[in-house]
């Protein structure tokens, strides 16, 4: 039997970054500004970061979206990633957190590609397809609330290219996802999104095991 993936202890998971890691100064920043912050494990990992620079280059993306953005270090990641004419709608219902990761997309030079909106995300993004913008988006990043995950993944499909990727965080939810949900609804609808999503013929996909869990998806 193969194995499974290897488990990173924090010897090896520095290992691993100390190899890997090419954080612009900004990205280093707000990672460690982030770090302070109320909930910074809502942040994703560097090495996550890592991955998604990487799939925004390999998509060529121009337009992304990106539903949940915290204190702004995946946006950074993305804006960053980007060419130099690509946007990102960013959709965040506060900006309470986002507020200290702004001023290091502007240090960044990034800021003008980032166009932030605080608004319930599937209001966002209903109408930006209201508004003719359905297949015109070439990467997205889901990492909000978990029972809307459902409804964003819907909307990003519509709004993005055939051959255009989705990044699903906490598809795993810290293990919980193997177990009964026993009534948490956080539980039961990544449950319900990650059996719907590996039946569904619209998409090719793969979950990887890094950080709590990343399902990408290839828009047919
Ligand atoms: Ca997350």
């Not at 959709?91 to 800021?111: E, F, K, L, R, Y």
């Not at 109408?127 to 819907?154: N, P, Q």
């Amino acid at each position: 039997m193969a194995r499974h993936s290897l488990a990173l202890d924090d010897t090896l998971h520095d290992y691993l970054l100390s190899v890997t890691l090419r954080e612009h100064p900004s990205q280093r920043a707000l990672r460690e500004a982030t770090a302070a912050w109320p909930r910074a494990g809502m942040q994703i990992g560097a090495e996550q970061g890592a991955l998604m620079s990487l799939l925004v280059k390999l998509a060529g993306a121009r337009r992304a979206i990106e539903v949940g953005v915290f204190t702004g270090y995946s946006a950074l990641t993305v804006a960053l990633a980007l060419p130099p004419d690509g946007r990102l709608l960013a959709c965040d219902i506060s900006d309470h957190d986002t507020v200290i990761g702004i001023p290091h997309w502007q240090a960044a030079g990034v800021a003008h590609r980032i166009e932030f909106v605080v608004a319930p995300a599937d209001q966002t993004l209903a109408a930006r397809l209201a508004g003719g913008e359905a297949g015109s988006y070439d990467f997205a990043f889901i990492d909000a609330d978990k029972t809307g995950y459902d409804r964003y993944v819907e909307l990003c499909l519509q709004l993005l290219r055939p051959g255009g990727l989705i990044a699903i965080d906490n598809v795993l939810w810290g293990g919980a996802v193997a177990r009964p949900a026993e009534g948490d609804a956080d539980t039961a609808a990544l449950q319900a999104l990650n059996a719907k999503l590996h039946a569904d013929e619209r998409v090719d996909l793969a979950m990887l095991p890094i950080g709590d869990g990343v399902t990408l998806l290839r828009k047919r």
